[in-house]
């Protein structure tokens, strides 16, 4: 007796953890801030020693461990799921005393579990059959909460897939107008002149906004990787901030409305994610000391770009760069995802330029257009 009860005490707490846990993950568009929570384990606490052991390999390598993670996280959630509820069901119908037929053996523990998964999956195989009103019931219960469980299976896997697609939709878009990886100076440099700025601010705003809501209501998103190696979500987060910084500091004849609401929307969504991991705010290396800032007037300077005066650019960037370099810097840590630098760092080709069918010298025809 002292038995069943305590099955019985199990079984529910893993049909209600399974039921509640899912609920929270699928159904409530909110944060989910609970301490017990499958998906806190696959974020905050495998995920960090993953990735470490994924960073002693190189290249390539690295990057194809890392991106792996998540979708195998996001089916073992469901796995975990699935084995809850049939256990947690199969403990209440041997709680439940004999209350299955059995014709080939004793009703026990083991049958009841076979018993749940089979109705579970509905695969209705008809060898073991409840003989009580409570475990028939508990039977059909169970079985209707089977069909949701799959209908949860195939709406939720494409809901992932459909809002990281539309995640990478302004992070491709940003290789040909800012580099791979994507940077301020850059952007300005190929894009000033077409007076699309305040266009492409104003989308990155947008942007912005949704890469907040999907990955607050939904969090292994941010772990999704983009499709080339030199692009990232926290990439061009990060390259939207420092643009918008360089245009509301003064750049060309720009107006500073639009990229203060782009910087304001950017900010808030770095310092939002950053919580959603259970991060702290992390002092980044300066990412524009003096030799790079001159760097970047010179560059702007070449482009024929005007530019406020030097010392106070670097005195109004240095307090705008306070409020999102430490909240990116935390993200990017965390994620394995790379922080980009104010000024473009090498000569290698844009994702768009390389191909494994062509030596990838477009940038010898595209001189030209940029600048």
């Known amino acids: 007796m002292i038995l069943q009860i305590l099955a019985a005490v199990i079984g529910l707490l893993l049909v209600f953890f399974a039921l509640w846990d ?37 290249g390539g390598r690295r990057e194809r461990l890392l991106s792996v993670y998540t979708p195998l996280a996001l089916l073992l959630q469901l796995a975990l799921w699935a084995a809850a509820l049939v256990v947690g069901f199969g403990f209440l119908q041997w709680a439940l005393g004999p209350s299955l037929s059995d014709p080939l053996r004793r009703a026990d523990l083991g049958t009841a579990l076979y018993f749940s998964g089979v109705t579970f999956l509905t695969l209705g195989y008809g060898d073991v059959a409840p003989a009580s009103t409570a475990a028939r019931l508990l039977a059909v219960l169970e079985s209707g909460i089977g069909f949701g469980f799959l209908a949860l299976v195939i709406s939720y896997l494409p809901m992932y897939y459909t809002a990281f697609s539309e995640r990478e939709e302004i992070i491709a878009i940003l290789d040909a107008r800012a580099g791979s990886p994507p940077t301020a100076v850059e952007f300005l440099r190929r894009c000033l002149g077409s007076h699309k700025m305040d266009d492409f601010l104003a989308d990155g705003e947008r942007w912005a906004a949704t890469l907040l809501e999907r990955q607050i209501s939904y969090p292994a998103l941010g772990l999704f990787r983009s499709q ?144």
Request: hydrophobic share 45%; charged share 20%.
């Open 22 to 58: 899912g609920f929270r993950s699928v159904i409530l568009p909110r944060r989910v801030t609970a301490h017990v929570h499958v998906l806190r384990l696959f974020l905050r606490i495998l995920w960090p020693r993953y990735a470490q052991l994924a960073g002693r390999l190189g």
């Open 228 to 371: 080339h190696e030199r692009q990232s979500w926290v990439a061009a987060l990060t390259a939207l901030l420092d643009s918008s910084a360089l245009v509301i500091v003064g750049v060309g004849d720009i107006p500073a409305y639009q990229a203060r609401l782009t910087f304001a929307m950017a900010r808030h969504a770095a310092v939002d994610l950053l919580q959603i991991y259970g991060l702290e705010p992390q002092p980044a290396p300066d990412r524009l000391p003096p030799a790079t800032f001159a760097r970047l007037q010179a560059t702007l300077a070449e482009a024929e770009i005007p530019f406020v005066a030097a010392q106070e650019a670097e005195a109004r960037l240095r307090e705008l760069r306070e409020l999102y370099e430490p909240y990116v810097n935390a993200l990017g840590t965390f994620l394995h995802m790379a922080v980009p630098g104010w000024l473009p760092t090498s000569d290698e080709p844009d994702a768009w330029e390389a191909s494994p069918y062509e030596d990838a010298h477009w940038q010898m025809l595209t001189d030209g257009e940029r600048s």
